[in-house]
């Protein structure tokens, strides 16, 4: 090959190479860019997750995050402090979750969520884990015991944080607990077999929808290798006005 020609390949890569860079540029910027109409996309994790590095989190295009904060009457999520002092540091959009215990009155876990979390009008409602475990996942409580604990306890948080909370439950759970009750809260419901459900068992509509146990993301090193994925059932602005 001449020198001649050799140069202008060379020129010719070059350029290709630039014109390659700006377009990546472009379209990773346009990427980054919350669109109004963007799907809203977030995670829920607690210490399973173990140490968790918010900026890296955050910059994985998602908008929210759903942090574990309490269980029963006296449990506190070893890294609730620590993952909520961070993630308000973030653009990410936050809130705080309890998982509700069948042995103990809602007003006594109520106790234990608003002495860990803040009252604050720039995160998410808190919510309240509504979900069968251990001993009931076979013995199930009557849907009657099980309102009373949890009224008491949604009952509770409204009063303290001036909002409804949000419940999170399964489609098994919800047609066991929910059914046409609680139609003014917004339901987060765990649906791991549908592309999107259109609606809840009574017909209603959802708020959130977890899509996914087993996503994975970079940001996290605890024993948990996956991380529990979630979509907001509306574009961004509707969010952003729903909430905030």
């Not at 942090?67 to 705080?96: P, R």
């Amino acid at each position: 090959m001449s020198v001649k020609k050799a140069i202008s390949l060379g020129v010719g890569i070059g350029v290709l190479f630039i014109i390659v860079l700006i377009i990546y540029g472009v379209t990773h910027t346009f990427n980054q860019t919350k669109r109004e109409d963007h799907l809203v996309k977030g995670v829920d994790l607690s210490a399973y997750q173990g140490d968790i590095d918010w900026e890296l989190l955050a910059d994985q295009n998602i908008d929210f995050a759903f942090i574990k904060a309490t269980e029963g009457n006296d449990y506190v999520d070893t890294k609730f402090k620590t993952n909520w002092e961070a993630s308000q540091k973030t653009a990410l959009k936050v809130g705080a979750y309890h998982f509700l215990n069948y042995d103990t009155t809602g007003k006594a876990q109520a106790q234990n969520f608003i002495a860990n979390v803040p009252v604050s009008d720039q995160n998410l409602p808190p919510v309240v884990d509504l979900e069968l475990y251990g001993i009931y996942e076979d013995n199930a409580l009557p849907k009657e015991q099980v309102k009373v604990i949890l009224d008491e306890f949604l009952k509770e948080l409204e009063n303290h944080y001036g909002v409804k909370p949000i419940i999170y439950t399964t489609q098994r759970i919800f047609k066991m607990y929910i059914g046409t009750d609680y139609k003014d809260y917004q339901i987060w419901i765990v649906d791991l077999d549908n592309a999107w459900p259109e609606t809840l068992p009574n017909g209603e509509t959802f708020t959130f929808w977890q899509y996914s146990h087993r996503g994975m993301m970079d940001g996290y090193d605890g024993d948990e290798t996956f991380i529990d994925m979630n979509l907001y059932n509306g574009t961004y602005a509707e969010f952003i006005e729903e909430f905030f």
